[in-house]
């Protein structure tokens, strides 16, 4: 069955891709011919044109994370088949043209955020409240993956040392170490390649010795600190990498580290046909296991859920704060926009099929993350617990998990003090430097950073559930909120924008009801004298969302109503 569900889906992907995807570029006019943001505005610093193949690596390091293997995993508890259907049907027709979208238009307004692109079409007002709305959004998404990393990386408060060898060296140090020793790398990498002159080819294999060189060293010696300590290491190291040219780390890392995720999937893909072939893991999720389960109805949780594996609002955000600032040609909007977006789902494809390998654990609590069950089920599909090969490789896929979630974690940062800025510029003012006032110093870049990290990683200590099930619907209105930018955009110069409304709708709808339900949850565990500050926390953050939501819907509305009569 598993061999069956991976052909399947790398099959409607691939043609997904290439008639849909080139439908839509043919529907909206890219044009090899133009100059990118990454020429026109070039600054040494943000704008700075990538090779494809290094700026896939950034593009879909970056929006995976660990969304799609969370996701999916977590949904899974509805059966494999609605789970499949959604993260196919959703990459294609829904998180593909969400991302391929936004990329495009960013790349149509001087590689400028979704937010720029809502006030040239929508207006000022509305323009403020998506800043404010994507903010929030973000914050959420540093607080989730600076617990997910932390978490990864913390040795027991108890612990004691800097360094730990030998028997006493655990998993987390291990992965701590690797992670860190990660970093050195993409920076020499990138003063390799963008200093020294040496070319993408030779550049890459020996980028690609030197994580085997630190996979065996952090496998000799690990990092002990304690979860505490590395929630202040993370937020120290986001603000430096977020400030950056991305020359320097950016670029570098994701493109490095994109080879660890096209090394994960590899080995999925051959772990499930050898388990097919040799018997050594069996697929146990059913088909179908009701419309309602611990995690609610089907609709809206599923869709919810699933997350980055199908469409998520974090994509339009990385498309159009980075990767439109780094797009050498428009024609590469196209495999980097739609093409990662369906790698994605295929990823999310491969978590289903590897919680799959270990359901039966996954749902008797045996995993403390779905990330863990991710690492063992694919290890499943090679050997017994207690073979070599299968602790080598979960070791190492528990690597590739924090690794992504890191990378989701500095570019998230990074977008955090573009969008800072701009809900403190005026129309006409291009940075900080041309503000007056104390709108000057709200821009300045260090000071927007700093705010976003001292709330994300304060936040970042709420149990991941305090965060993960409020950054879903946020993070999926987000999307709905981006495809009606992008419709309505299109619809102001005369593109074909109608395969956005039946996405834009639907992720709306459902991420509004999720909202809906999570506030009426909490106002009752409220009156009832149950809630603590988690509880109020997300409360508050959850009716924010959904007023800054309805009221830009309000605004949607309207502009597809005057678009409609100019016609």
């Known amino acids: 069955m598993a061999v069956v569900i991976i052909l399947a889906a790398i099959a409607l992907l691939v043609i997904g891709y290439i008639f849909y995807g080139s439908w839509l570029a043919k529907q909206w006019g890219i044009d090899p011919a133009r100059k990118t943001p990454a020429y026109t505005m070039s600054d040494g610093v943000d704008y700075v044109a990538a090779k494809p193949a290094v700026?896939?690596?950034?593009?879909?390091?970056?929006?995976?994370?660990?969304?799609?293997?969370?996701?999916?995993?977590?949904?899974?508890?509805f059966g494999w088949v609605p789970v499949f259907l959604w993260c196919v049907i959703g990459g294609i027709f829904f998180g593909g043209v969400h991302d391929f979208g936004a990329l495009f238009a960013s790349a149509r307004h001087d590689g400028k955020s979704v937010g720029e692109i809502i006030g040239d079409t929508?207006?000022?007002?509305?323009k403020t409240l998506f800043l404010i709305f994507a903010l929030l959004v973000l914050i959420l998404v540093i607080a989730s993956f600076v617990n997910v990393v932390a978490g990864t990386f913390a040795a027991p408060d108890d612990a004691k040392g800097l360094f730990a060898t030998g028997a006493a060296l655990t998993g987390?140090?291990?992965t701590a170490m690797i992670s860190m020793l990660f970093i050195v790398l993409a920076v020499i990498y990138g003063l390799l390649t963008n200093r020294?002159?040496?070319?993408?080819?030779?550049?890459?294999?020996?980028?690609?010795?030197?994580?085997?060189?630190?996979?065996?060293?952090?496998?000799?010696?690990?990092?002990v600190f304690n979860r505490t300590t590395w929630i202040f290491l993370i937020g120290l190291y986001i603000t430096i990498a977020s400030l950056v040219p991305v020359w320097i780390l950016l670029q570098p890392r994701d493109y490095l580290s994109s080879y660890l995720l096209y090394v994960m999937m590899g080995i999925a893909v051959v772990g499930i046909i050898f388990s097919a072939i040799s018997g050594s893991a069996t697929f146990q999720i059913p088909a179908f296991t009701g419309w309602k389960t611990n995690l609610g109805g089907l609709f809206p949780a599923l869709f919810i859920t699933v997350a980055c594996g199908a469409c998520s609002g974090f994509h339009c955000l990385i498309a159009s704060g980075t990767t439109a600032?780094?797009?050498?040609?428009?024609?590469h909007a196209r495999p980097i926009g739609y093409g990662a977006m369906l790698i994605e789902s295929a990823l999310g494809i491969i978590s289903l099929i590897a919680v799959g390998m270990v359901f039966s654990k996954y749902v008797g609590g045996e995993f403390g993350s779905p990330s863990a069950a991710f690492a063992a089920g694919i290890a499943t599909m090679f050997g017994a617990e207690t073979s070599t090969i299968y602790k080598t490789l979960y070791a190492l896929l528990t690597l590739a998990v924090s690794v992504f979630a890191l990378t989701s974690l500095d570019s998230g940062t990074r977008l955090s003090r573009y969008m800072f800025s701009e809900l403190f510029l005026k129309e006409g003012e291009k940075s900080y430097k041309d503000a007056k006032g104390f709108r000057k110093v709200l821009a300045y870049p260090l000071f927007g950073t700093l705010f976003m990290v001292i709330v994300g990683c304060v936040l970042g200590g709420l149990k991941l559930s305090q965060i993960w099930g409020l950054f879903g619907a946020a993070n999926q209105l987000l999307a709905g909120l981006a495809l009606m930018a992008v419709a309505a955009w299109l619809g102001n110069v005369g593109k074909n924008n109608k395969m956005f409304f039946f996405p834009m709708i639907f992720m709306l709808c459902a991420t509004l009801t999720q909202l809906a339900i999570t506030i009426v949850k909490k106002f009752g565990a409220i009156g009832g004298g149950t809630a603590a500050w988690g509880d109020w926390f997300q409360l508050i953050f959850a009716l924010a969302m959904f007023v800054l939501a309805i009221i830009l819907v309000i605004e949607g509305v309207q502009t597809f109503s005057r678009q409609k009569k100019t016609k």
Do not use: C, R, W
Request: a positive charge; glycine letters at 16%.
């Open 196 to 223: 020294a002159g040496l070319g993408t080819l030779p550049a890459t294999i020996l980028g690609l010795i030197g994580i085997v060189v630190i996979v065996y060293l952090g496998l000799k010696v690990g990092l």
């Open 122 to 126: 929508m207006g000022k007002k509305a």
């Open 55 to 77: 700026l896939m690596g950034h593009h879909f390091s970056s929006i995976a994370g660990a969304g799609p293997i969370n996701g999916p995993i977590q949904a899974a508890v």
């Open 172 to 174: 987390t140090e291990t």
């Open 325 to 331: 600032k780094q797009l050498d040609n428009e024609v």
